[in-house]
């Protein structure tokens, strides 16, 4: 899922507001995931149609905080709320479908993810080198990645899966450091949820990418 919707220019922050907008930004965060596992909880049972229904409703949802977020602070967050929700229910059949074949899949992809969050988040947090023009060549490789995806549906290429996944973890590495770079140099608190709902997606897809790494190491093992 494309998060290139929340990059922009920012300002230099001074410490104190980079230090409020980091905990407000990372509040957001966590209770976006929070709505995430109820969703994916509430549709685990859910069927294709149903969760394509909810995938696109969390997409309506991000669009539509573009266009509030200089209206409405409340609408904002309530937005990033249901985008929360509906894209756990998308999710729901796919860690639904990894649960039932191997639940131990899901734990590793959720530590990896959680060190490679950590660690390429604190990068970028800390480095001093301007990283705008690195996120517009992560966005081409974002789409050329789709581009790559959609080849795949139609040619078997034998490793495409996994060289898919490692390919989107350098992607999003990359996005996950200019986000939380972008935490520290803003100055617009009032921006917190658009971050805030950037860097989940940077998390959702680092996720999803080690759940198909993971998961096709083990379904190659059996």
């Not at 309506?60 to 409405?72: E, H, P």
Request: proline residues 2%; charged residues 10%.
């Amino acid at each position: 899922m494309d998060n290139s919707f929340a990059y922009g220019s920012a300002g230099v922050a001074t410490r104190d507001e980079s230090h409020t907008l980091f905990a407000q930004t990372m509040a957001y965060v966590a209770g976006t995931a929070g709505l995430f596992a109820l969703g994916a909880y509430l549709g685990r049972d859910l069927t294709g149609g149903p969760a394509i229904i909810a995938y696109i409703a969390s997409f309506a949802a991000l669009i539509g905080m573009q266009f509030s977020t200089r209206r409405s602070r409340e609408l904002t967050v309530g937005l990033l709320a249901a985008f929360g929700l509906f894209i756990g229910l998308a999710v729901a059949p796919t860690l639904s479908y990894y649960a039932s074949q191997n639940p131990q899949v899901l734990w590793q992809s959720g530590g990896a993810t959680a060190l490679f969050i950590a660690g390429f988040g604190a990068a970028g947090y800390a480095t001093r080198r301007d990283l705008s023009a690195l996120a517009r060549y992560a966005f081409w490789a974002l789409v050329a990645l789709i581009a790559f995806s959609i080849v795949l549906i139609f040619v078997n290429i034998p490793g495409g899966s996994l060289i898919y996944a490692i390919l989107g973890l350098v992607i999003f590495a990359a996005l996950t450091m200019v986000d939380f770079q972008r935490v520290r140099r803003n100055t617009d608190l009032d921006s917190a949820p658009l971050i805030a709902a950037s860097i989940f997606l940077d998390i959702l897809n680092v996720f999803l990418f080690f759940l198909q790494i993971f998961g096709g190491s083990g379904r190659n093992n059996r």
